[in-house]
């Protein structure tokens, strides 16, 4: 019964993608840095050590993968923009992940003015990740640089590692894309 | 049920399609690690990984047939059940409840509905997460995470549905373990 149910479904979910492509944007991505904080005098960095907490999905709690996938692909772009990961003694940088996915639903488009829906009267029902690195001073603890990259994730893109590894990439890149590089 | 999905995953439909009541099931894996290495498993701590929710908590049936559950597929596997000290791997699991909305579709077959009968059927649910973690004893390293997930509405007070749906779930999760570690005894 589920799978005749599976079928006719999908057809409308061509409309409804376009709806959710629409209005919610693929991915946004945001950076931040104290005033008084200059990343780029820095030189070296390293992970912070310990869990992510709570993720808001059990399946990336205390998920090495998803954690070492995300390291990875910020180390190619630090590399890229000057920044050394310390092998030994301290670093200057400590680098913090925070990840989030939460449930979010959202209201048809409704035309205010004519009272009339356009495509689709549905509401959706969605859920949003958000990927954020910390950068702040080893020594004082102080924030020097965030970045974040804000998305629709579909529950399938969890599910198949090779697909959170390519949200992942793509997500790790932008921000990283807005980090300074290093002064020389 | 897994095949026929991939092919709209990529659509926003796989929002709906994760339809409450139907087991979804999933894992990751060290694709680094060569599973043909480990002979043993045990379980992990019990404190590490409790049950995450207060309903099953000091659930026996929960616990058992879920150990059950997990050992047959780890000796289809080849894998032997040791004790602690002398295992390659460690199993932990853990169960979480979360809520969770799901919205009906008004008219699915048509994608759209007509002028006054627009209204959503929001349906709020109980989202019941499975996950079982191995570990490799040595490197304290996670090596796969299986996971399950389907609503546990009437399920939790009715012993028959949850051994189901305990039984249903490893199975599934465990179709992504890695099957070149079966050998011959």
Same mark, same amino acid.
């Given at each position: &019964?589920?799978?005749?149910?599976?079928?006719?479904?999908?057809?409308?979910?061509?409309?409804?993608?376009?709806?959710?492509?629409?209005?919610?944007?693929? &991915?946004?991505?945001?950076?931040?840095?104290?005033?008084e904080a200059s990343v780029a005098t820095y030189r070296s960095y390293g992970w912070a050590v310990g869990d992510l907490g709570s993720t808001g999905d059990p399946r990336l709690d205390?998920n090495r993968f998803f954690v070492e996938r995300v390291q990875r692909a910020a180390d190619a772009e630090l590399r890229r923009r000057g920044y050394e990961r310390a092998s030994v003694?301290?670093?200057?940088?400590?680098?913090?992940?925070?990840?989030?996915?939460?449930? %979010?639903?959202?209201?048809?488009?409704?035309?205010?003015?004519?009272?009339?829906?356009?495509?689709?009267? %549905?509401?959706?029902?969605?859920?949003?990740?958000?990927?954020?690195?910390?950068?702040?001073?080893?020594?004082?603890?102080?924030?020097?640089? %965030?970045?974040?990259?804000?998305?629709?994730?579909?529950?399938?893109?969890?599910?198949?590692?090779?697909? &959170?590894?390519?949200?992942?990439?793509?997500?790790?890149?932008?921000?990283?894309? %807005?980090?300074?590089?290093?002064?020389? | 049920?897994?095949?026929?999905? $991939? *092919?709209?995953?990529?659509?926003?439909?796989?929002?709906?399609?994760?339809?409450?009541?139907?087991?979804?099931?999933?894992?990751?894996?060290?694709?680094?690690?060569?599973?043909?290495?480990?002979?043993?498993?045990?379980?992990?701590?019990?404190?590490?990984? $409790?049950?995450?929710?207060?309903?099953?908590?000091?659930?026996?049936?929960?616990?058992?047939?879920?150990?059950?559950?997990?050992?047959?597929?780890? *000796?289809?596997?080849?894998? !032997?059940?040791?004790?602690?000290?002398?295992?390659?791997?460690?199993?932990?699991?853990?169960?979480?409840?979360?809520?969770?909305?799901?919205?009906?579709?008004?008219?699915?077959?048509?994608?759209?509905?007509? !002028?006054?009968?627009?209204?959503?059927?929001?349906?709020?649910? !109980?989202?019941?997460?499975?996950?079982?973690?191995?570990?490799?004893?040595?490197?304290?390293?996670?090596?796969?995470?299986?996971?399950?997930?389907?609503?546990?509405?009437?399920?939790?007070?009715?012993?028959?549905?949850?051994?189901?749906?305990?039984?249903?779930?490893?199975?599934?999760?465990?179709?992504?373990?890695?099957?070149?570690?079966?050998?011959?005894?």
């Amino acid at each position: &019964m589920r799978r005749a149910r599976s079928s006719f479904v999908a057809w409308p979910a061509v409309a409804l993608s376009a709806v959710l492509a629409s209005a919610c944007a693929p &991915m946004q991505v945001h950076s931040y840095a104290p005033p008084e904080a200059s990343v780029a005098t820095y030189r070296s960095y390293g992970w912070a050590v310990g869990d992510l907490g709570s993720t808001g999905d059990p399946r990336l709690d205390s998920n090495r993968f998803f954690v070492e996938r995300v390291q990875r692909a910020a180390d190619a772009e630090l590399r890229r923009r000057g920044y050394e990961r310390a092998s030994v003694g301290a670093p200057d940088l400590m680098l913090h992940i925070h990840a989030r996915l939460s449930q %979010r639903i959202e209201a048809a488009e409704l035309d205010h003015i004519t009272g009339t829906c356009r495509d689709d009267c %549905r509401a959706t029902v969605f859920d949003e990740g958000t990927l954020l690195i910390d950068v702040v001073d080893a020594r004082t603890d102080a924030l020097v640089w %965030r970045g974040w990259a804000e998305r629709t994730i579909l529950e399938r893109v969890v599910d198949d590692q090779a697909s &959170m590894n390519q949200v992942i990439d793509k997500a790790v890149t932008a921000i990283f894309g %807005r980090l300074p590089a290093r002064s020389l | 049920m897994r095949r026929l999905i $991939p *092919a709209i995953a990529t659509t926003g439909a796989a929002l709906l399609l994760a339809s409450c009541a139907t087991v979804t099931s999933s894992s990751h894996v060290d694709t680094g690690i060569d599973f043909a290495q480990y002979r043993s498993f045990d379980w992990g701590a019990p404190d590490v990984f $409790p049950v995450g929710d207060p309903r099953l908590d000091h659930n026996s049936t929960f616990v058992d047939y879920l150990q059950g559950a997990v050992e047959k597929q780890l *000796a289809a596997r080849g894998l !032997e059940h040791s004790t602690a000290e002398r295992s390659d791997l460690l199993i932990h699991f853990h169960a979480s409840i979360d809520q969770r909305i799901e919205i009906a579709a008004t008219d699915a077959r048509r994608g759209y509905c007509f !002028e006054g009968n627009c209204e959503n059927g929001v349906q709020e649910y !109980e989202a019941g997460t499975l996950i079982v973690d191995v570990v490799d004893r040595k490197t304290d390293k996670l090596i796969w995470r299986g996971w399950a997930q389907r609503s546990v509405d009437g399920v939790l007070d009715d012993r028959a549905r949850l051994v189901r749906m305990i039984d249903e779930g490893v199975v599934k999760m465990f179709a992504g373990f890695p099957t070149h570690i079966v050998r011959s005894k």
